[in-house]
C-alpha cells in the first residue's frame, strides 16, 4: 500500500492533498503540518492573537473545521477574497462558500468566532481612525478587550500628529490589583512610532474604576515624562465591569 493516497474528489472543507495513513489504515496529519499547529497554537497561548497575524490567526480557526489538511493555503485565498481576519468572519455564508475549498464546516466555524471576536472586531474600528471624533467606539473597544479580564493590564493608544490611532500596545500585566509600569519604555516606544500623543488605558478587576493614589502618582509621572518629549497624554481610562473613568473629565490630568 503506498505511503501516501490522493483522494480523487474534493474533501469536505478544503483541497484535496497528500493523506499520511497510519496505523489500520487510519488518516493522520503529516508530522510537518502537525509540527505547524502546535507552534502556532503555542505562540497563541502565550503571546496571544496580537502575537499572529491575520492568516494564522485564520489557520487556527481552520484547524477545527478542517482536521486533516494544511489549511495555509485556503486562508491566504481568504485573505486575497476578503482582506482581513475581520471581513473574513463577517463575510455572509453565501460569499464565503464562493471561495474555493470553503464548505459547511468551515462556514459554521467562522460564525462562531466571529461572535467571540468582539475585541478584535471593535479594535478595526478605531485603528487608524481619528480618536477624539469616534471616542464612544474606543471606549466600546477598551471595555471589550479589558473589562472581564482577571488581572490588571495596562495599554498604551498611540496617536499621530492628526490624533489619528496608529498603535495599540499592551505595556504590561500585574496582578488583581497591581501592575507595574515604566514611562521611560512607554516615551521610548512613542517616539520609535513618531506618536504626538497618548492614551493610557487599565484595567481593575474588582470592577470598580475609582483611581487609587497609585493610579494617580503613576499618571503624573507618565504626562512628566511624555512633556520633556513634548508628547501629550490626552486621558487614561480605567475600565472597570461595565463602566469607565475618564481622568481628564474627573479633573484629574
Known amino acids: 500500500m503506498p505511503l501516501f493516497s490522493r483522494p480523487a474528489q474534493m474533501v469536505q472543507g478544503g483541497e484535496a492533498g497528500p493523506v499520511l495513513m497510519g496505523a489500520g489504515g487510519k488518516p493522520r496529519l503529516p508530522s510537518y503540518i502537525a509540527d505547524h499547529r502546535a507552534r502556532l497554537r503555542e505562540r497563541f497561548m502565550s503571546g496571544g492573537a496580537d502575537a499572529l497575524p491575520d492568516y494564522e490567526m485564520l489557520e487556527l480557526v481552520l484547524f477545527r473545521a478542517i482536521p486533516r489538511q494544511d489549511v495555509k493555503p485556503l486562508a491566504r485565498r481568504l485573505l486575497d477574497h476578503f ?8 463575510a455572509s455564508p453565501a ?18 468566532v466571529e461572535a467571540a471576536a468582539a475585541a478584535r472586531l471593535a479594535r478595526s474600528r478605531v485603528m ?10 474606543l471606549v466600546d473597544y477598551c471595555h471589550t478587550a479589558m473589562a472581564h479580564a ?7 493608544l498611540y496617536l499621530d500628529r492628526k490624533n489619528v490611532l496608529i498603535a495599540d500596545e499592551q505595556q504590561a500585566r500585574g496582578t488583581v490589583n497591581h501592575v507595574p509600569v515604566y514611562p521611560r519604555e512607554i516615551v521610548r516606544r512613542a517616539l520609535e512610532l513618531n506618536a504626538s500623543a497618548l492614551i493610557l488605558v487599565h ?10 493614589e497609585a493610579d494617580v502618582t503613576m499618571t503624573r509621572r ?32
Not at 128 to 137: E, G, I, Q, Y
Open 150 to 156: 482577571e488581572i490588571e493590564h495596562f495599554r498604551v
Open 95 to 112: 460569499r464565503l462558500t464562493a471561495v474555493q475549498g470553503v464548505g459547511p464546516a468551515v462556514v459554521q466555524e467562522f460564525k462562531i
Open 222 to 253: 507618565i504626562i512628566d515624562a511624555a512633556q520633556v518629549m513634548e508628547i501629550t497624554v490626552h486621558d487614561h481610562l480605567i475600565i472597570g465591569k461595565s463602566c469607565e473613568l475618564s481622568f481628564r473629565a474627573e479633573g484629574l490630568l
Open 128 to 137: 487608524l481612525r481619528p480618536v477624539l471624533s469616534s471616542w464612544d467606539a
Open 83 to 90: 482582506g482581513d481576519f475581520n471581513r473574513v468572519l463577517s
Open 203 to 212: 484595567n481593575h478587576p474588582s470592577g470598580d474604576p475609582s483611581p487609587s
